[in-house]
């Protein structure tokens, strides 16, 4: 293996390419070990000090970079920091991401936001609010046109969510803010009733912080998020659906 050339500007996600395409070299029927040296080779450059110091470093978790290297290439690591040597074991990396298990968790989601929703907070001391989440918040409907895709999600208003899941060539179709993060939630809920049957399952590297579940393919335009959430009639009744309640600033 050639000796390392040292760079310092690469993107995250590209630092670890060159070793996900060694690993891709390799092999199924072979374990492909290096020493932590030889990956410094191939990624041109030191290892962060926790490769060296947490074993976490060397999980399968595709939102780190480094991971996704090994995952794309059908690897999971096997790291002795001892010894500073790593060993990828041919393994193919697969999601959970069935789609009724998806419906499950969101189904326990709304039934938990219905609770919170019929017994509201009376002050900043009560349930959630410290976390915010009795704040206003804001459905939104974004259209991926790169992706062919819709996306619906929530975030706090006046929160910098919507564009960081979106990318910059997503458009905001729809918003609709709510009084809090529950009735928000409760609208995203059926929207997402009304597209399942365009749910698009998400890739299985996909990092899952920019709300992959929650979109579907883009023939299915959904109605305005008022007419949704004019459509909560039950909902709508809750004590808490109208209720604000902002943090204490002391």
């Not at 046109?145 to 060539?169: D, E, T």
Request: proline share 7%; with cysteine.
């Amino acid at each position: 293996m050639s000796s390392a050339t040292f760079f310092t500007d690469s993107p995250p996600a590209e630092i670890y390419t060159p070793l996900g395409d060694y690993l891709r070299s390799v092999s199924s029927a072979e374990d492909a070990a290096l020493s932590f040296v030889e990956v410094e080779s191939l990624i041109g450059r030191t290892l962060p000090p926790q490769a060296r110091s947490k074993p976490m470093w060397w999980q399968s978790v595709p939102k780190q970079p480094q991971s996704r290297a090994w995952l794309r290439a059908d690897r999971r690591a096997d790291a002795d920091l001892m010894a500073e040597t790593v060993t990828f074991v041919f393994d193919v990396f697969t999601r959970n991401n069935q789609l009724e298990r998806i419906q499950r968790i969101r189904a326990d989601w709304l039934g938990y936001a219905r609770t919170c929703l019929s017994m509201p907070p009376r002050d900043a001391q009560g349930p959630h609010v410290d976390l915010g989440w009795w704040e206003p918040h804001e459905t939104y409907l974004l259209h991926l046109p790169a992706h062919r895709q819709f996306k619906v999600g929530l975030a706090r208003l006046g929160s910098k969510r919507v564009a960081s899941v979106g990318g910059a060539n997503a458009r905001v179709v729809d918003r609709l803010t709510m009084a809090n993060r529950w009735a928000a939630l409760a609208v995203e809920h059926h929207v997402l009733e009304l597209a399942w049957d365009a749910w698009e399952r998400p890739d299985r590297f996909a990092s899952g912080d920019k709300g992959e579940t929650e979109r579907w393919n883009d023939w299915l335009v959904p109605p305005p998020l008022s007419a949704v959430c004019d459509s909560l009639v039950e909902d709508r009744q809750s004590l808490g659906w109208d209720v604000s309640i902002f943090r204490s600033s002391s």
